[in-house]
């Protein structure tokens, strides 16, 4: 069974860098059936994707954010990370980390619980 | 970007009900549409791929419908487990997520 598991701050100050770490268990974050992803969610709104990479390290990001985020994927730890610069309290949010399954679901399968991530000074 | 518009934007019903939320995108997105049921404090979990596949372990009462820009989730009888969000999300371009549905207890 596999699972995700979000670790990071949960407080950032203004102007800074967060930054969060996503760790697979029970699967491999180098089968490349996958895209692993990002996902936010601010306090009582809806959902906005962030980006994913692939095992290989190509990435693609959400336009709105791609001038300030960087995903990347660490497969000897099987894991993979988020940072996020210049954060302001528009990035105050709930983060999930998750899986995209691209070869038959073409959909978030599998889900981290979500880890909250304030930005405040 | 594709914008995802849900209608309603919540809804009460009652336990047994048949439950309709709609998903419209501002252009056609073929079948690359998929469903999510998000409880509160909990990740989102997926119901429905590409438009109308039920993904695996999730109950027949939930069904989707639709192709190009109109889009159906069904609840054909409402369950007490049923009360949540749901969010329709399209990956036919930029991936984006409708604003939700709040099914609620009425």
């Known amino acids: 069974q596999v699972q995700l598991q979000e670790s990071g701050p949960g407080l950032v100050k203004p102007s800074e860098t967060l930054s969060l770490t996503c760790i697979v268990s029970?699967?491999?974050?180098?089968?490349?059936?996958?895209?692993w992803s990002w996902i936010r969610q601010p306090p009582g709104k809806g959902l906005e994707w962030i980006g994913y990479?692939?095992?290989?390290?190509?990435?693609n990001y959400n336009p709105s954010l791609k001038s300030r985020v960087s995903i990347s994927v660490d497969t000897s730890k099987n894991q993979f990370s988020l940072k996020l610069s210049s954060v302001t309290a528009a990035d105050t949010a709930v983060y999930f980390c998750?899986?995209?399954?691209?070869?038959?679901?073409?959909?978030?399968?599998?889900w981290g619980q979500g880890t909250m991530v304030t930005v405040s000074s | 970007d594709i914008q995802m518009t849900q209608s309603p934007s919540s809804l009460s019903a009652s336990v047994g009900d048949r439950v309709t939320i709609t998903c419209r995108a501002s252009?056609?997105?073929?079948?690359?549409l998929n469903w999510y049921q998000q409880k509160p404090g909990k990740a989102p979990k997926l119901l429905i791929y590409?438009?109308?596949s039920l993904q695996s372990g999730v109950p027949s009462r939930f069904s989707g419908s639709g192709s190009g820009t109109d889009f159906t989730l069904t609840i054909t009888s409402l369950q007490p487990e049923d009360f949540a969000t749901y969010y329709c999300?399209?990956?036919?371009?930029?991936?984006?997520f409708g604003q939700g549905t709040k099914v609620e207890i009425k």
């Open positions: 990479i692939y095992y290989s390290g190509s990435t």
């Open positions: 029970g699967g491999s974050v180098s089968s490349g059936s996958y895209y």
């Open positions: 590409a438009a109308s």
């Open positions: 998750a899986r995209f399954h691209m070869k038959w679901l073409d959909a978030f399968d599998i």
């Open positions: 252009q056609s997105i073929s079948s690359y």
């Open positions: 999300q399209q990956i036919y371009s930029i991936w984006t």
